[in-house]
């Protein structure tokens, strides 16, 4: 019995000095091993905002409705981070692409023939006339532009930019040195659009 513990101690003993040997050593080695060093982080795009403007879609008189309402702010999010080369010009109907069910969009109201008719699509002159609203703050010129036939709520008569797929598209040059770059936010019956100059 005497000789089974004298044998275990001894065990004991040589196993906690080895350890007093390797353990250091290996804590040394994972302290000296490099941590491994992140991605840079693409740094953001240096902006100027040029102008903004802001439409609501709903007032005392009149309410904007759903299907009209979900088409502007579906063609919205079609422009929305569109950017523009200096001298390039943009097209609305070419960023909004097709007024088509696959596309997203469904029935709302459009002015054809002097009159409000349901039609695929209708409401997105609102996104544009936002937008024309803001490139006319900005001051860049307007390449081509229609206004509506008849008076529509949510703008003042001659102030709307009238589209329509194919036909009649609303077009601005960017004459800004950097490049245009749009940003559009919705909320409710509110629409805002922002246009920022890129900075080099």
């Known amino acids: 019995m005497k000789h089974f513990l004298r044998s275990t101690l001894i065990l004991l003993a040589t196993i906690f000095a080895i350890s007093l040997v390797i353990l250091p050593a290996a804590t040394t080695s994972m302290a000296q091993r490099p941590n491994p060093t992140p991605p840079l982080a693409k740094p953001r795009d240096l902006v100027k905002l040029v102008s903004s403007d802001t ?4 007032n005392k008189n009149s309410v904007l409705d759903p299907g009209s309402l979900h088409n502007l702010m579906l063609a919205a999010k079609y422009l929305n981070g569109v950017t523009l080369g200096p001298g390039n010009i943009f097209s609305f109907n070419q960023a909004v692409g097709p007024r088509t ?8 109201i459009s002015v054809i023939d002097y009159k409000f008719t349901p039609d695929l699509g209708g409401g997105v002159c609102g996104t544009s006339t936002v937008l024309y609203q803001a490139v006319k703050k900005a001051g860049l010129p307007v390449v081509e532009r229609y206004t509506h036939d008849i008076p529509v709520p949510y703008i003042a008569p001659g102030q709307g930019a009238a589209v329509w797929y194919g036909v009649e598209d609303f077009k601005f040059k960017n004459t800004l040195p950097g490049d245009l770059r749009i940003n559009t936010y919705g909320k409710g019956y509110t629409l805002t659009v922002r246009l920022y100059e890129i900075l080099k």
């Not at 069910?101 to 709302?108: E, L, R, S």
């Open 101 to 108: 069910v696959a596309n997203g969009f469904v029935t709302g």
């Open 55 to 58: 439409i609501t879609f709903a």
